[in-house]
């Protein structure tokens, strides 16, 4: 099918497949290449997860949802998109080609964006320089979730380039410092740190559930007080960073509270939020629950202090333990390099607290205030 | 609301039997991107028997924004579809509309869409719905940008007499041309 630009449709009645191949050739005759890339983002159209940027220093998201197929080619880039498998809070996968050099695209001689599935071809858009004027970075096309996933052939795009389009969707450009953040972390030995505060012998029926996937959930009676610990190692990578824990609550009276283990946000045992943040200096911090039932809904987090971004071998674990020694253990598994902000469950309560793996990591807490929509006044 | 499927006819009667005074209100989102603006146009034809204008002046868009009965009115022309919510509108009292206008037909246009080489699915959040004015009840509403994606131009519905009553007929049909030849099948003599 011939495909023009503006065209949209749904993917389902393109083919059954949930996986599509997307190959983007753009042939340029000014000097320099065209880089082609794909990224994901969030109902705000914003960039908030930026592992989901597959290009040639990241050439998979984290899930391997979006691979970057074959060796590099000049002005050439072929993707696999498995769209079932994309976690459910990134609502548009994008399609950009950007230009690395002088000119803009009214200098391309001509390109194409083909889909297929399974070896079918099942559209094809041509595209000439004459269709565009001063634009150095396009959206080719984008799949995006209405109802089920939609396709756009986009064709329009920013005479400021990447940094223009990036800037529109929250991102910054990626220069050549921040990519040698994408290299292997040195391996130096990782000190280890002893175990958190002795946890009680759990009673011979008490519960201990780990959550690795994001999405999954787990149930904890309630029995309060509720304990949340965090466990991380210093990394020799970035010696300095603490790990600090925190939580935006909501509880059902309509109260909304912040608590972190830094500054003076440490909460009330006795009055709203009957949640309580102790700051052990930096390690292992803790966060206690007295008043579980009183809690709407509540988003766990944890972030980095003094340094500028997750280090991949802190390790982080949180762990979630009510009276009885039932527990809940959420693992950091993929730590972004580039992120100070992990969003690590969220938790809500009907008679028991049920806890939902997020790891979704924010440039900061208002961004995921954002997503989160709590809709705290920043100042 | 009722979701339309093309050529599908509500009784306004049956429907929305209070309907006295109708909103037709076309919104867009304003482009993000670099390049020419996106401007939508809402227009209103206003029918004889023969499907035709009576005269050029019951033909109600951007340049000529009232008739002569006072029972059609647009309210201005957008240019880019900044702002919120409906970003063109036109207003019907049905009372007062001509005993010999027998159909309105609602248009959406896009200005210079050849020369900007410019379509519904480059738009964003593109529509155009039928509201009762004095309840805001959304009667009808058409997704321009989703379902009209290569279309340039699109008769949306008509509201037309039927034993006394009026119906709306959800059209939702994509028209080959802009503004210009969409009014001339309508018979008005475009200069």
């Given amino acids: 099918m011939d495909l023009l630009r503006g065209h949209r449709g749904k993917i389902s009645a393109l083919t059954t497949s949930q996986v599509i191949e997307v190959e983007i050739l753009c042939r340029y005759k000014g000097k320099g290449e065209v880089d082609i890339s794909c990224f994901c983002v969030d109902s705000d159209n914003k960039l908030s997860d930026d592992r989901y940027f597959v290009f040639y220093n990241q050439p998979k998201s984290p899930l391997g949802e979006i691979v970057k197929l074959g060796?590099?080619?000049?002005?050439?880039?072929?993707?696999?998109?498995?769209?079932?498998?994309?976690?459910?809070?990134?609502?548009?996968?994008?399609?950009?080609?950007?230009?690395?050099?002088?000119?803009?695209?009214?200098?391309?001689?001509?390109?194409?964006?083909?889909?297929?599935?399974?070896?079918?071809?099942?559209?094809?858009?041509?595209?000439?320089?004459?269709?565009?004027?001063?634009?150095?970075?396009?959206?080719?096309?984008?799949?995006?979730?209405?109802?089920?996933?939609?396709?756009?052939?986009?064709?329009?795009?920013?005479?400021?380039?990447?940094?223009?389009?990036?800037?529109?969707?929250?991102?910054?450009?990626?220069?050549?410092?921040?990519?040698?953040?994408?290299?292997?972390?040195?391996?130096?030995?990782?000190?280890?740190?002893?175990?958190?505060t002795p946890a009680p012998t759990p009673a011979s029926t008490s519960t201990a559930t780990t959550l690795s996937q994001n999405g999954q959930t787990a149930s904890l009676k309630g029995v309060a007080p509720v304990n949340i610990?965090?466990?991380y190692r210093r990394s020799p990578s970035v010696p300095k960073a603490e790990l600090r824990l925190g939580c935006m609550v909501e509880l059902k009276d309509g109260q909304k509270f912040m608590l972190q283990t830094l500054g003076s946000h440490l909460g009330h045992k006795d009055s709203a939020p009957y949640i309580t943040a102790q700051q052990n200096s930096g390690q292992f911090d803790e966060l206690t629950i007295y008043k579980p039932e009183q809690i709407k809904r509540l988003l766990l987090f944890t972030f980095v202090y003094l340094a500028p971004n997750f280090?991949?071998?802190?390790?982080?674990?949180?762990?979630?333990?009510?009276?009885?020694?039932?527990?809940?253990?959420?693992?950091?598994?993929?730590?972004?390099?580039?992120?100070?902000?992990?969003?690590?469950?969220?938790?809500?309560?009907?008679?028991?607290?049920?806890?939902?793996?997020?790891?979704?990591?924010?440039?900061?807490?208002?961004?995921?205030?954002?997503?989160?929509?709590?809709?705290?006044?920043?100042? | 609301m009722i979701s339309l499927s093309k050529g599908g006819n509500i009784s306004l009667e049956k429907e929305d039997p209070s309907l006295e005074n109708v909103h037709v209100g076309l919104g867009w989102d304003a482009r993000v991107t670099d390049g020419a603006d996106f401007d939508l146009?809402?227009?209103?034809?206003?029918?004889?028997?023969?499907?035709?204008?009576?005269?050029?002046a019951d033909f109600i868009f951007y340049n000529q924004l009232k008739d002569q009965a006072g029972s059609v009115e647009h309210t201005g022309d957008n240019l880019t579809g900044d702002g919120e919510g409906d970003d063109e509108v036109i207003y019907v009292h049905l009372g007062k509309v001509p005993q010999d206008v027998k159909t309105l037909a609602f248009t959406v246009t896009i200005h210079k869409a050849d020369e900007r080489r410019q379509n519904f699915g480059m738009v964003s959040s593109a529509y155009i719905r039928l509201v009762n004015k004095d309840t805001n009840k959304e009667i009808a509403r058409y997704d321009l940008t989703e379902d009209a994606s290569t279309n340039t131009a699109m008769i949306f519905g008509e509201l037309y007499r039927h034993n006394n009553a009026w119906k709306f007929k959800a059209v939702g049909q994509g028209y080959d041309g802009g503004l210009g030849p969409l009014a001339r099948n309508y018979g008005v003599n475009v200069g």
Avoid at chain 1, 81 to 89: D, H, I, S
Avoid at chain 1, 324 to 335: H, Q
Avoid at chain 2, 41 to 56: E, H, I, Q, T
Wanted: with cysteine; proline share 5%; hydrophobic share 35%.
């Fill in chain 1, 71 to 196: 060796a590099q080619e000049a002005n050439k880039e072929r993707f696999r998109v498995e769209l079932n498998r994309l976690p459910e809070f990134l609502k548009h996968v994008i399609f950009v080609a950007s230009i690395d050099g002088e000119g803009d695209m009214s200098f391309l001689d001509s390109g194409y964006v083909l889909l297929t599935a399974n070896g079918q071809e099942l559209g094809r858009y041509v595209f000439k320089g004459k269709d565009f004027r001063q634009e150095k970075a396009l959206i080719i096309i984008e799949f995006y979730r209405k109802d089920e996933w939609r396709f756009s052939v986009v064709g329009q795009g920013f005479n400021g380039g990447l940094s223009a389009l990036l800037k529109y969707y929250g991102g910054e450009e990626e220069t050549d410092t921040s990519a040698s953040a994408h290299e292997p972390t040195p391996k130096t030995t990782a000190v280890p740190v002893p175990a958190p």
């Fill in chain 1, 229 to 231: 610990a965090l466990t």
């Fill in chain 1, 311 to 379: 280090a991949k071998d802190f390790g982080a674990v949180v762990i979630l333990k009510d009276k009885n020694g039932n527990s809940v253990r959420v693992p950091l598994l993929a730590p972004s390099p580039s992120q100070k902000f992990c969003a690590v469950a969220t938790i809500d309560f009907d008679n028991k607290l049920n806890i939902k793996r997020e790891e979704c990591y924010f440039t900061n807490h208002q961004f995921a205030d954002q997503h989160y929509k709590f809709n705290f006044n920043w100042v």
């Fill in chain 2, 41 to 56: 146009d809402a227009s209103c034809f206003m029918l004889g028997p023969n499907g035709k204008v009576r005269s050029d």
